[in-house]
């Protein structure tokens, strides 16, 4: 008996095996610049595709594209293994006790601005060097397009340009990975 080829495998195993090798590169990137921890990366993908895997009858195109889903879940992960850490660490008693329920509030929020604020930073590596500085010296620096024109020694309407296809460019790419609807 030989080995089954990838057109033979089950619905199931194809399912699963298409979602990693569609998102499963992205998905990693995203978590090693979190954590900065490959082995923790993998671990997450693989939960990641594992849920996407189980759920994905829930999964509606029509709400969203199949990335944002995919990033969404591996969110998801992330703040679950920070909430498992958080447990872990407070086993040991502290010489503060804190309130918990506001800490968990809290935590998860932080979470939620950090996991955010990450996408934006991988949304704006996107941009090309031109695109991303008119962006930083707007949103940044407070800059009108007027005074990011001089600081760059181009039109203003170059300037405007720039900011609208960047703009336009974030947009999509914070869509993608669910960070706008």
Do not use: C
Request: proline share 3%; hydrophobic share 40%; no cysteine.
């Amino acid at each position: 008996m030989g080995t089954k080829n990838r057109e033979e495998e089950p619905g199931p195993e194809r399912l699963a095996r298409k979602l990693y090798e569609t998102h499963g590169a992205a998905l990693k990137r995203w978590a090693q610049d979190r954590f900065g921890d490959d082995q923790l990366a993998d671990e997450i993908v693989q939960e990641t595709v594992l849920a996407a895997w189980r759920k994905y009858g829930q999964f509606d195109p029509n709400r969203g594209a199949e990335r944002a889903w995919m990033f969404g879940i591996a969110r998801n992960v992330a703040a679950t293994r920070y909430r498992r850490s958080q447990r872990h660490l407070r086993a040991v008693p502290s010489a503060a006790p804190a309130d918990s329920a506001a800490d968990l509030g809290a935590g998860e929020e932080e979470l939620d601005r950090l996991s955010d604020r990450s996408l934006i930073v991988d949304a704006m590596r996107a941009l090309s060097d031109d695109h991303r500085d008119v962006v930083a010296a707007a949103y940044w620096d407070g800059l009108s397009t007027k005074e990011i024109a001089v600081k760059f020694g181009v039109p203003d309407g170059t300037v405007k340009s720039r900011l609208h296809y960047a703009l336009r460019i974030l947009r999509t790419q914070l869509q993608e990975r669910g960070v706008l609807q």
